[in-house]
């Protein structure tokens, strides 16, 4: 799968738990708990949306590397 | 005859709004069945009944404005007869004996119309079929406005006016306490990170888990801290449901209960706190869970914040906080010095109850519960 179709895969589900997210207003190289407001049981409901949508493994030691939209893309790719 | 009365949804509620029935005359229903859904200035809440019987009047309509308290529907115990309740209800319909047409009243049933606020234009002032049906119609129209209306709620607005109607009561009536203690965390966050490293990221547990979990052990000793203050005295609470303070994207919050969290394990609190979040977040909480709460829960760590000061959701006694989990220095019990997890517990509690001493010793059995997460 390409890049730009992760992306936005990764969009779609980060929306479904944010609404309120605008695309063009994120920053993809920015701390993405920075830019939107996602407490611990969002963040793990939108790993869990990105696993099951991707099949990607995603164990909770590589959290830390999840930090920003790119960052997130890049590791899914 | 049963009176199904609406309850209060919190400190906050003084009347709701009918939104819908999800029942009608003649049906069956169970103890903890969802019957209707009610808007309180938070949300539209499912409320349940808490007896089996069969619907046998349903008095309110969607749309219509009701205090806590009005009776919504009457209920027929079950094996009581429509007749025995009637029977029972003999001194009252005597007050005010109607001829009404048989075919009239099941027309009324079928549509949950309140035969007293029919005029009867049949033989001697009789409700007729005629008279049901027009009064169906305005009930109709009513309830096309109120969903139209409900659509679009200044659900905002509402809110924080509950907000601010029940934290000026609590400010004004609870002379509250609180008191705060910096509680190490490594081995709660080891355990977590080992727990969660052989389970699918479906199965995994967050930190706020251990810390309802530890909070409700912690409470069982504390009988001061947990439950209501009613009527002059405090009502202690055997059941430790912990309301759970949630944020709503669309500002303002609610804090439903998980009930009797000492007894769930933490996969089963986990499951629970997930379901509940979606659920607020959604809109659709029970009337139990709104009203059950022994004591709230504030975890406000995922902005960063240190330390909480939490105003107490009255009639509760007590409220506890968490901060964020931080690395902070720390002195070791031989004088080394070392970065420790660790997070900053807070309780504010009410001194009508309990005194700052007990307080201070619930800390220190949340402290400790939380060094033996294994336990948990």
């Given at each position: 799968m390409d890049k730009a179709?992760?992306?936005?895969?990764?969009?779609?589900?980060?929306?479904?738990?944010?609404?309120?997210?605008?695309?063009?207003?994120?920053?993809?190289?920015?701390?993405?708990?920075?830019?939107?407001?996602?407490?611990?049981?969002?963040?793990?409901?939108?790993?869990?949306?990105?696993?099951?949508?991707?099949?990607?493994?995603?164990?909770?030691?590589?959290?830390?590397?999840?930090?920003?939209?790119?960052?997130?893309?890049?590791?899914?790719? | 005859?049963?009176?199904?009365?609406?309850?209060?949804?919190?400190?906050?509620?003084?009347?709701?709004?009918?939104?819908?029935?999800?029942?009608?005359?003649?049906?069956?229903?169970?103890?903890?069945?969802?019957?209707?859904?009610v808007d309180t200035s938070k949300?539209?809440?499912?409320?349940?009944?808490?007896?089996?019987?069969?619907?046998?009047?349903?008095?309110?309509?969607?749309?219509?404005?009701?205090?806590?308290?009005?009776?919504?529907?009457?209920?027929?115990?079950?094996?009581?007869?429509?007749?025995?309740?009637?029977?029972?209800?003999?001194?009252?319909?005597?007050?005010?004996?109607?001829?009404?047409?048989?075919?009239?009243?099941?027309?009324?049933?079928e549509h949950g119309v309140n035969l007293d606020a029919v005029a009867g234009t049949g033989p001697g002032g009789a409700v007729t079929v005629e008279d049901v049906e027009k009064a169906t119609q305005p009930k109709k129209e009513a309830a096309r406005v109120e969903k139209a209306a409900a659509a679009v709620p200044d659900r905002a607005a509402e809110m924080r006016k509950a907000i601010a109607a029940a934290m000026s009561r609590s400010k004004r009536e609870i002379p509250h306490y609180y008191l705060s203690q910096t509680v190490p965390m490594q081995r709660a966050q080891d355990w977590l990170a080992a727990a969660n490293a052989g389970r699918p990221i479906t199965a995994r547990l967050l930190m706020a888990v251990l810390q309802l979990k530890a909070v409700a052990l912690a409470l069982g000793g504390?009988?001061?801290?947990?439950?209501?203050?009613?009527?002059?005295?405090?009502?202690?609470?055997?059941?430790?449901?912990?309301?759970?303070?949630?944020?709503?994207?669309?500002?303002?919050?609610?804090?439903?209960?998980i009930h009797d969290v000492a007894e769930l394990g933490l996969d089963e609190l986990m499951r629970s706190l997930a379901d509940l979040v979606r659920r607020a977040r959604a809109g659709s909480l029970r009337s139990s869970e709104m009203s059950d709460p022994t004591v709230t829960v504030s975890n406000l760590g995922e902005g960063g914040v240190?330390?909480?000061?939490?105003?107490?959701?009255?009639?509760?006694?007590?409220?506890?906080?968490?901060?964020?989990?931080?690395?902070?220095?720390?002195?070791?019990?031989?004088?080394?010095?070392?970065?420790?997890?660790?997070?900053?517990?807070?309780?504010?509690?009410?001194?009508?109850?309990?005194?700052g001493h007990r307080g201070a010793l619930f800390l220190a059995e949340l402290a400790r519960l939380l060094q033996e997460p294994e336990k948990l």
């Open positions: 179709t992760i992306r936005q895969q990764v969009l779609a589900e980060l929306k479904r738990i944010a609404p309120e997210v605008e695309e063009g207003e994120l920053d993809a190289a920015r701390l993405l708990r920075d830019q939107v407001d996602l407490d611990s049981m969002d963040w793990l409901n939108f790993l869990v949306a990105l696993h099951e949508r991707t099949g990607k493994e995603i164990p909770e030691a590589d959290y830390a590397k999840l930090d920003t939209l790119a960052a997130i893309v890049d590791y899914l790719a | 005859m049963i009176e199904f009365k609406l309850p209060s949804l919190g400190a906050d509620m003084e009347e709701g709004k009918l939104l819908e029935w999800k029942v009608k005359p003649g049906d069956a229903v169970k103890r903890g069945q969802v019957i209707a859904v949300a539209a809440v499912e409320v349940e009944v808490w007896n089996d019987g069969v619907v046998s009047e349903l008095k309110t309509r969607p749309g219509e404005t009701v205090p806590v308290g009005t009776v919504l529907a009457l209920l027929l115990s079950p094996g009581e007869s429509p007749a025995a309740a009637a029977a029972a209800k003999a001194p009252e319909a005597a007050a005010a004996r109607r001829r009404i047409s048989p075919a009239a009243r099941k027309h009324a049933e504390f009988p001061d801290l947990n439950g209501f203050y009613r009527d002059g005295a405090h009502v202690p609470s055997a059941a430790v449901h912990l309301g759970v303070a949630i944020s709503l994207r669309q500002g303002g919050l609610v804090a439903p209960a240190e330390s909480v000061f939490p105003i107490i959701y009255p009639p509760q006694v007590a409220i506890v906080g968490f901060g964020t989990l931080s690395p902070r220095p720390w002195v070791t019990h031989d004088g080394g010095l070392q970065v420790m997890p660790t997070v900053v517990a807070s309780v504010g509690a009410d001194h009508r109850v309990s005194d």
